[in-house]
């Protein structure tokens, strides 16, 4: 598989057209330059202070909502259960919600908003589309968060973004595109897994190749997920290393 990597220090220089035809043949792509590395390595370290692991809740079907608020939610199972069939996703993940209405505890608002911009370019959509409105026009939201997946297991079992295609199906919007930013790099913050796509059967683990800030895009209609983080260390939900993600995806009201 091509490896590619594109270099931007600013949304608007990108040149959409070259990067999405990229993606269309290899699956995935990775923008430097967006983000500086120290202005990362900062917000993750202001994560790891204000996380307390008494905040850990696991939600359930009827608390959708808790997500437009400061959450932290420890996800740990199979997702979907036996009836879920191929909708299935098993996980061992630690999110926090942190939306762009809610006090900035993390101090993470600009590059929510920085990496939430780029997925407007990218969609085509208005440059503060979600940023300053909690509700958009077409009932969705943005759900800035961060994922941890922790060092002695952290994984996420290989799917498509089933739901994400459907909602952009329904609202006739191009919504295919997921943008992670990298707070973590493999080698030095975790030793082995980390995220991966599958193309023609094959497994491409992308952060083999990727810097701390680095934006990787993929297809939703592209089987991903992560690797076992670190899985020759013994199992801690109380522990703080192990692979830290952003992202900003837009999700129903």
Known sequence: MVKKIFFYNEIEKIDKQKVLKSLNTH???ILRGLFKKNQVIKVLN???KKTKFQNDNIRKKNQYDLIKSNYQR???GMSGGVRGLLNTNSRFIRTFYNPLWCEDIYKANKIFIKLTMLQNYFYNLDRYYGIKEKKTKHGLFVASRFQHYPAGGGFLSPHKDIAAIKTAKKLKINLFYNFLLLMTKKGKDYKEGGGFIVKNKKVFNYENICEYGDVVIYNS???HGVEDIDSSKYPDVKTKNGRYVA????FKW
Do not use: R, S
């Open 27 to 29: 699956h995935f792509v």
């Open 46 to 48: 202001n994560l790891k």
């Open 74 to 76: 420890l996800m740990f």
């Open 221 to 223: 209609k592209t089987v």
């Open 247 to 250: 992202l900003t995806t837009l």
